[in-house]
């Protein structure tokens, strides 16, 4: 059985129908992608995973448990941790009050303590600026931020979208080898990112969308292989 299952699945924004029957699955210890351009509706596949927007259709199921109409909260107490678009941190606090914000749900301040510390050693940077206020953060350390914050939870998968958005070439290969980490770790990873070529570098499936439906699907080295792939999404 798959991690996550998504089955048909159809959002509409008013009379707009953005995403028009997507079916796909994540299993447990895989890195999966999504690709596309701009406005395929990747970002809104992710938000209807999460919880973050209504479905109009399909369902998502998560461990075996349907999550269609759970909402966003009680998702992350399931396992699910989303990063979203742009970071979303919280500027005005310390980079360590927006890491503990991430370990809402969690009660054991024994064990949230022991999360905080693996997570600074992933990310030192983190630490060396835990009382720094998180809008005076580079972009790329705020990613870093916002994807502590969401393993903060303690996530089975977690849900990243466009990670490497707006990053130096410098940052966008650190976020990757951190996203690598994660994974070799134990959690589970379902991709957006605009950066295809580096998408499935470290994908083992992807699921290619366009306008709202998937048009390709398969092993990610596979698809970095494909004509069709390589003319529109790796510049190739």
């Known amino acids: 059985m798959a991690m996550l299952e998504v089955k048909d699945l159809e959002v509409h924004y008013g009379v707009i129908k953005a995403i028009k029957g997507v079916s796909f699955e994540v299993n447990e210890g895989e890195v999966v992608s999504l690709i596309g351009a701009n406005g395929a509706g990747k970002t809104t596949i992710l938000h209807a995973v999460s919880g973050l927007l209504p479905k109009s259709k399909g369902s998502i199921t998560f461990e075996g448990t349907d999550i269609t109409k759970v909402p966003a909260h009680k998702i992350v107490s399931l396992g699910m941790a989303h990063v979203p678009e742009g970071r979303r941190v919280f500027a005005q606090l310390s980079v360590l009050e927006n890491l503990k914000l991430g370990a809402y749900t969690r009660n054991d301040k024994k064990e949230m303590e022991s999360t905080l510390k693996m997570i600074y050693e992933s990310f030192p940077r983190l630490e060396e600026r835990k009382n720094q206020t998180a809008g005076t953060l580079s972009g790329g350390e705020q990613q870093m931020l916002a994807m502590g914050r969401a393993l903060m939870s303690h996530p089975k998968l977690i849900l990243m979208d466009e990670p490497s958005m707006g990053l130096s070439p410098i940052f966008v290969e650190e976020i990757f080898n951190i996203i690598k980490k994660i994974s070799s770790q134990g959690t589970t990873v379902l991709l957006v990112e605009q950066n ?33 792939v390589k003319k529109a999404y790796l510049g190739e």
Do not use: C, F, P, Q
Not at 198 to 217: F, M, Q
């Open 196 to 228: 295809a070529k580096k998408a499935l570098s470290i994908a083992d499936r992807a699921y290619v969308l366009e306008t709202g439906n998937i048009t390709l699907s398969g092993d990610a080295n596979v698809l970095m292989n494909d004509e069709s």
